[in-house]
């Protein structure tokens, strides 16, 4: 168990639709990563956010966007829905993007794997 | 951006083999990670390397930083069919406030 925690785990719905997916990371971690891997694509970087503010910005699509909260949870949003959207979603969490602490290490959740019909 | 890419992109072993995989970048990296993903799961870090030339190991991995930093290499002793999953490298790029991965290698083992 790597204290991220992601939900839904399954997610089905239709084109044009709107999700959101919801992470909480470890305690104490303030930085979180969304990262998007579909079958062909690997792991493709989204966006990070470090105490609430965005640091880092990755492909992340128009349609898509993300926050981070002051209780350091953080929701990825998904709009306008298309069958090329269907992937697993996964958010990880560190102590911070740099200083003496940061050793590139992320912890992962489990992932919310969306499915658009 | 930069990319990194792994070879093999696949393979296929006998239980009690060893394994060699490596990493290969475009651009000059001073981390190297290898993270593990099983199915059905995210990825966990297996091993980090934060020098040229290093070789660090975790119980019957083994990886290296290269010396040139654009790769890195990792190693299975003696597999076992729980080292079925997904072995990605990573490094930190974007000013080190992102992790960059690479393609993968699918590791299966057949018993």
């Known amino acids: 168990d790597s204290g991220v925690t992601q939900t839904p785990k399954h997610l089905i719905t239709a084109t044009g639709q709107r999700v959101t997916l919801r992470c909480s990371p470890r305690?104490?971690?303030?930085?979180v990563y969304w990262y998007q891997q579909s079958l062909d694509q690997g792991l493709q970087f989204l966006i990070q956010?470090?105490?609430?503010?965005?640091?880092a910005k990755g492909n992340i699509l128009e349609r898509f966007s993300a926050q981070q909260f002051p209780d350091l949870h953080s929701e990825l949003n998904l709009s306008s829905l298309e069958l090329g959207d269907s992937a697993l979603y996964f958010c990880?969490?560190?102590?911070?993007?740099?200083?003496?602490?940061?050793?590139?290490?992320?912890?992962f959740g489990e992932g919310s794997r969306l499915t658009v019909l | 951006g930069q990319q990194l890419n792994q070879s093999p992109q696949s393979m296929f072993i006998q239980e009690g083999e060893d394994v060699s995989m490596n990493c290969t970048s475009s651009?000059?990296?001073?981390?190297w990670l290898w993270y593990k993903q099983d199915p059905g799961e995210g990825p966990v870090l297996l091993i980090a390397l934060y020098k040229a030339g290093e070789l660090t190991s975790n119980g019957r991995l083994t990886a290296q930083f290269g010396i040139t930093r654009k790769d890195s290499f990792l190693n299975i002793s003696a597999s076992i069919p729980s080292d079925v999953g997904i072995y990605f490298c990573a490094g930190p790029t974007g000013g080190g406030n992102k992790l960059t991965f690479g393609t993968g290698t699918q590791l299966k083992v057949e018993l």
């Open positions: 990880a969490s560190s102590v911070g993007p740099r200083g003496l602490t940061y050793t590139g290490e992320l912890f």
């Open positions: 651009s000059i990296f001073n981390t």
């Open positions: 305690s104490g971690d303030l930085s």
């Open positions: 956010y470090y105490n609430g503010e965005e640091r």
